[in-house]
Nanobody, 127 residues
Framework: QLQACGGGLVQAGGSLRLSCAAS??????????IAWFRQAPGKEREFVSV????????YYADAVKGRFTISRDNAKNTVFLQMNSLQPEDTAVYYC????????????????????WGQGTQVTVSS
């Protein structure tokens, strides 16, 4: 089970930190990939970032590269998404998702590959 939180309303240029806490299984022990996706009104769900426990690698969408940072806390079984320099176009519902990672450590940005989803947290950036 995934629990996403940390969204809110922020002015352009501001920052937020999202959290995705997992319960029931150790992300580290089972080698999960944890990804963030977002969906703005009237738009398709899009990939934001992913952390691979198995490959110990991260990957970002071009739209957020250099502004967002994904990280983990093994002890808390949690993944964080630090979002800096937020812009109005970042406004969306943000979802975290999980899948057991490939043994190669390669990651996927396709939403259909992810088996478990959190409930979403709203991020609104005002101009």
């Amino acid at each position: 089970q995934l629990q996403a939180c940390g969204g809110g309303l922020v002015q352009a240029g501001g920052s937020l930190r999202l959290s995705c806490a997992a319960s029931g299984r150790s992300l580290n022990r089972y080698g999960y990939d944890i990804a963030w996706f977002r969906q703005a009104p009237g738009k398709e769900r899009e990939f934001v970032s992913v952390y691979s426990w198995r490959g110990e690698r991260t990957y970002y969408a071009d739209a957020v590269k250099g502004r967002f940072t994904i990280s983990r806390d093994n002890a808390k079984n949690t993944v964080f998404l630090q979002m800096n320099s937020l812009q109005p176009e970042d406004t969306a519902v943000y979802y975290c998702a999980a899948r057991i990672g490939w043994s190669s450590g390669e990651v996927t940005t396709g939403a259909s590959w992810y088996d478990y989803w959190g409930q979403g947290t709203q991020v609104t950036v005002s101009s």
